[in-house]
């Protein structure tokens, strides 16, 4: 039962740092788009 709460734990931490860096990915997208439309 452990080993098992440690693998969700390992699982969820990295899920969570993909989110960041989808979140993160899309508001640089959303920001150069944003320059791209301002500059057209």
Known sequence: M???LKAFERENR???QADEILRKASADFA?????????A
Do not use: N, V
């Not at 920001?31 to 500059?39: G, I, P, V, Y």
């Open 2 to 4: 452990a080993d098992k």
């Open 14 to 16: 990295e899920l969570r």
């Open 31 to 39: 920001m150069a788009e944003l320059d791209r439309r301002s500059k």
